[in-house]
């Protein structure tokens, strides 16, 4: 059975433990930030980031939500990758560092804008779902930290039914009407789920997504057909070398993670 | 906390003033947010918009330091809702198990009669005469008292006198709260004052750190007390600790006041034990009364015999005549004034800060500067321990020699930490510690055996015995099981650990380090290292086995109170204690003495720890007042509107160079400060570290978006914050989480900071500390950090 994490907005303190805790066991560096008239920093995901509260500011209310990758089913990054570096570890998806030639494609793809290319590595990171650790039994780092138990852990259809029932009660009895799960369908199901108590778009989250690969292809296309002919040839050979890794890849990997 | 971490989740409606548990507190606000899903309200009263309002469901909106106002407005609206509604209010725990029943001298007045004073008043020396401030007593020498509540001299017509002033508009007035907002709080939180319903108030340094702190946390125990929540589970009023050792700190006696175990400090006049135990020992005449203090001699006792050993015999008074004795004001204000002035020539400082947590700190970095010496005791070079490289100083001109002694992290030592609910902790050593860096223990042990050499080899030295006498037996490395054992105490006469302190005696044949914490590490082994996760009782969270609890394991103090007459639960959903007929069961009760209806000749009322066993709606024993009145802070930027007295009449003024006083026409702002969840304290464990500096970068200023426009500042720009004692430059952060206040009619902004910034480590800025004022509270004089005046420009 898949695992997910459910990320619940209504409990989250925006303490950021997840965000610290994540560089702690990733071993991740701290990049320099500025203040610049908010709490939330850094700025954005990047390399060396790969999970960060986005605090949103409306009159009485202040609204927090972990960012970081979704864990896709149908997921854009993987499907865009020319040279076959981003696959599904089971529900994990994976960005394969010894592979990556940091062209950015999944940086574009994502609708979620989590991969981030970093400039001292030359490869595109991002959140890997703690595949050393779940692996292994535990949970994801940001799950283990999270003071007030707004992010979990577990069995992905558990979560969704726990969400679902939180998501009643925020209706019914927080006067949040707005309430929603988010993750459950979209792009083929995620493995992030959120609990959210706004609309999506209000949370900086697409509505409704869509796998990227058409139009990513398409944007790519028609400036490799403005640049010409010569130039396209590269990425083409580039996607036939990615069917040919997906090929071995289902060969090799079975189940995924357990 | 009367209550611990845990029960908070037992709540049906958390009240979080002068706290930010979101921020400062962020691992109990799952206790918070288990609450929330059981369908509990929480209410943040603050003036600003924080991260525990965002999940709040209420959120109020008050001027710093007007929370006795406030509190004062749900006071009178719980007592004008008591006699229309008493059927929502629990008065048999208010007659039978507070004072308000209590009938007081007739002498008595209060600010409502006396414009905002109490009788008694002297003002040449601002303190009072309390004689009035007294009970009336029958032929046995018992406090009288009128059940019906009616004797217009009883506490309870004095309370309703008291706070007739404070409606919702003079309420709203004062503090800035809407008036259907403070409206909702009320009706909120008096909904708990139905027997079987509990409410928490959870505060912290935002009430604390007023010039009339002590009196806020006094008006949250007159609430909590009229609505029956002192005692039971989800109740009680929470201290939510800034460390996690600080409620370690004050049990073993960190302040100047007392001795380990809330013992009162020996003053001048005390010449003798006999003389101290006789003004220190309470008494009370009423054999209902357990008065529990009235134990003092047997616990000073075996403290000396912790002590001073077998040089502590009845002959010499046990040693008592060793301990200093101070009549003196010894608190952080005084200290640093003090150090100014010269008097005193040498400071260790010992985690901590001062050249970035004190109040007015330009000053007390300046008055470092007088030391002959300071010692720094850190895991880094603390400001405080820079302090004479600081940005415009002049090393040369300073003569002060500096020692830093690399201290080691709380992960590469053992030992036991108390948590906010009174839970002693055996923590192990992970690591071991880099380079020469000590425990503390080892520092102070091979501090004092260097010392006590040097008296051993001078026969002239001043209080050589007090010394030489004492019991230092570590060796070279202190263990610390020892010195929990030592705590605990020992039966002299068998040489076997304690087992509680209800067998420790006066006679010297008893020791314990700490009466408080005897019980803690007995012949059964260290109590503090439990880890069994077993809930409990009733199933409240008490997990009665994990850790220990101070006293005797008592995890909700004042539990003989959460039953009514006959021993039955009042929440019959969470039950804390229940009579079973023939004894208690569930935590361990406030003495094991029958409910009072069962057995009225031998039962005890449940305040065991007040002289009359009944809670204090009516506080004689405070210096400004036995209820609370509101009034300003020292620097305010408006009359009190309640009486001509503008501040509390008791606290300490001083009035030397540097203290200096701001007024509304130069510095019209209030201002506060206050701690963010990514940096802690003065800053050195966080600045330090790469990735909290990441998240919170630079030194920052909140301030509304109304005064930014007033006074052109953007966010993200630079802004200066400027008070009578200092300039802070920050970036500027404008919110709409922070609402100019609208107070008599009048707009009145504030803005507010953290303090964690200094001059040294990886992320650097201004203290707020160089905007606060040198004044402190009339009871505890921790300083007024929250309440002052400013002006604010753009840089």
């Known amino acids: 059975m898949p695992k997910a994490r459910l990320i619940d907005t209504s409990k989250c303190t925006a303490c950021r433990g997840c965000q610290v805790a994540c560089k702690q066991w990733n071993e991740l560096p701290a990049e320099e930030t500025k203040q610049l008239g908010t709490y939330e920093n850094p700025p954005h995901l990047s390399g060396n980031t790969w999970i960060k509260v986005e605090f949103r500011e409306r009159p009485g209310e202040w609204l927090f939500r972990a960012h970081t990758c979704m864990h896709c089913v149908d997921a854009s990054c993987e499907k865009v990758c020319p040279t076959g570096a981003i696959s599904h570890q089971g529900e994990v998806v994976l960005i394969d560092q010894k592979q990556c030639i940091g062209c950015g494609y999944c940086v574009l793809a994502c609708p979620y804008n989590v991969p981030h290319r970093d400039e001292i590595t030359g490869t595109a990171r991002k959140c890997t779902f703690c595949i050393d650790r779940i692996g292994n039994g535990l949970e994801p780092a940001c799950a283990k930290t999270c003071p007030p138990g707004a992010i979990k852990f577990g069995e992905r259809a558990d979560l969704i039914a726990m969400a679902e029932q939180r998501v009643q009660t925020l209706i019914s009895d927080y006067g949040y009407p707005n309430a929603n799960v988010y993750g459950a369908d979209e792009l083929g199901g995620l493995h992030t789920i959120y609990v959210l108590t706004e609309r999506p778009s209000a949370l900086g989250l697409p509505e409704t997504p869509e796998v990227a690969t058409s139009t990513v292809l398409a944007q790519w296309l028609s400036g490799v057909v403005t640049a010409g002919v010569l130039a396209a040839l590269p990425f083409w050979l580039l996607f036939k070398r990615k069917k040919q890794i997906e090929a071995e890849q289902k060969s090799k990997v079975e189940g995924g993670v357990r | ?795």
């Open chain 2, 1 to 795: 906390m009367t209550n611990h971490w845990n029960d908070i989740a037992n709540s049906d409606c958390m009240l979080a003033i002068g706290s930010n548990p979101a921020e400062n507190h962020p691992a109990a606000f799952g206790h918070i947010t288990e609450a929330k899903e059981r369908g509990a309200k929480l209410i943040s009263v603050d003036p600003r918009f924080t991260r525990t309002s965002a999940k709040a469901d209420i959120y109020c909106p008050l001027r710093s330091g007007t929370d006795v106002a406030f509190i004062g407005g749900v006071i009178k609206y719980v007592l004008d809702d008591m006699e229309a509604n008493p059927t929502n209010y629990n008065m048999t725990y208010v007659t039978e198990y507070t004072n308000a029943p209590y009938l007081v001298d007739p002498d008595f007045r209060g600010p409502a009669d006396l414009d905002g004073l109490f009788s008694g008043y002297d003002a040449d020396n601002r303190s009072y005469d309390k004689s009035s401030w007294s009970y009336q007593l029958d032929e046995q020498g018992i406090p009288k008292r009128d059940m019906s509540l009616q004797d217009p001299n009883c506490v309870f017509q004095h309370l309703k006198k008291q706070y007739a002033r404070y409606t919702p508009e003079v309420a709203s007035s004062i503090t800035g709260a809407p008036v259907a907002t403070f409206l909702e709080v009320c009706q909120t939180f008096a909904a708990t004052g139905k027997a079987g319903k509990s409410g928490t108030i959870m505060y912290a340094m935002g009430a604390t750190q007023h010039t009339n702190g002590t009196q806020m946390i006094r008006s949250y125990a007159i609430l909590q007390l009229l609505l029956a929540n002192i005692g039971v589970a989800g109740g009680g009023i929470n201290a939510m600790r800034g460390e996690s050792n600080v409620q370690g700190s004050t049990d073993h006696c960190l302040l100047f006041h007392i001795l380990p175990g809330y013992l009162k400090t020996p003053i001048n006049k005390d010449e003798t034990l006999a003389q101290y135990l006789e003004r220190v020992t309470p008494k009370s005449n009423d054999p209902k009364s357990a008065n529990w203090w009235q134990n003092t001699p047997k616990y000073m006792v075996s403290l000396l015999k912790a002590w001073y050993g077998d040089s502590a015999t009845a002959s010499n008074e046990f040693g008592y005549g060793y301990l200093p004795k101070n009549s003196g004001n010894y608190s952080w204000i005084s200290l640093f004034e003090a150090m100014y002035d010269g008097v005193i020539k040498g400071l260790m400082c010992w985690g901590q800060n001062p050249a970035v947590c004190g109040p007015n700190v330009n000053k007390e970095r300046k008055a470092l500067e007088n030391l002959d010496w300071l010692v720094a005791v850190d895991l880094w070079e603390t400001e405080t321990a820079a302090f004479w490289k600081r940005p415009g100083a002049n090393p040369a001109d300073i003569n002060t020699e500096v020692f830093l002694l690399p201290a080691v992290a709380s992960f590469e030592k053992e030992g036991s930490v108390t948590n906010s609910g009174r839970w002693s902790q055996w923590r192990y050593k992970c690591a071991d510690p880099p380079g020469e860096a000590m425990p503390d223990l080892d520092i102070i042990n091979q501090l004092m055996v260097k010392i006590r050499e040097l008296y051993d080899g001078d026969a002239t030295a001043p209080h050589r015995d007090a010394i030489l006498n004492l019991t230092w037996d570590y060796g070279s490395h202190v263990d610390p099981h020892q010195v929990a054992k030592e705590i605990n105490g020992y039966d002299l006469t068998t040489g076997k650990l304690m087992a509680s302190f209800g067998k420790l005696k006066d006679d010297g044949t008893t020791s314990s380090g700490n009466w408080l914490y005897c019980a803690s590490y007995t012949e059964d082994g260290n109590m503090a290292a439990r880890r069994d996760l077993t809930p409990g009782p009733f199933n409240i969270g008490l997990y009665p086995k994990w850790a220990w609890c101070w006293p005797v394991n008592r995890r909700i103090i004042y539990n003989r109170a959460s039953v009514d007459l006959n021993g039955n639960p009042w929440d019959s959903e969470h039950p804390v204690i229940a009579w079973d007929g023939g004894g208690w069961i569930g935590d361990v009760p406030d003495g094991g003495w029958p409910p009072m209806a069962v057995d009225p000749e031998n039962t005890k009322y449940p305040f065991i720890m007040k002289a009359e066993g009944h809670a204090h709606v009516f506080g004689p024993g405070l210096v400004d007042g036995p209820f609370p009145e509101h009034y300003e802070p020292w620097e305010s930027p408006v009359e009190n509107m309640l009486s001509g007295t503008q501040n509390d009449p008791a606290f300490k003024i001083w009035a030397g160079p540097m203290d200096y006083k701001g007024t509304p026409d130069k510095y019209p702002i209030v201002c506060t400060t206050y701690r963010v969840v990514e940096h802690w304290q003065a800053g050195q464990m966080t600045r330090n570290m790469p990735w909290n500096v990441e998240l919170m970068p630079e030194m920052f200023v909140e301030l509304s978006e109304e005064l930014a426009a007033e006074k052109g500042i953007v966010n993200g720009g630079r802004l200066v914050v400027e008070t009578a004692r200092g300039q802070v430059e920050a970036v500027a952060m404008v919110t709409g989480r922070f609402k100019p206040f609208q107070i008599n009619g009048r707009k009145i902004h504030q803005v507010g900071m953290p303090w964690h910034w200094g001059y040294t480590g990886l992320s650097t800025g201004d203290s707020a500390n160089l905007l606060t004022p040198h004044v402190g509270d009339a009871n505890t004089m921790i300083p007024e950090f929250k309440a002052f005046l400013c002006d604010v420009k753009k840089a």
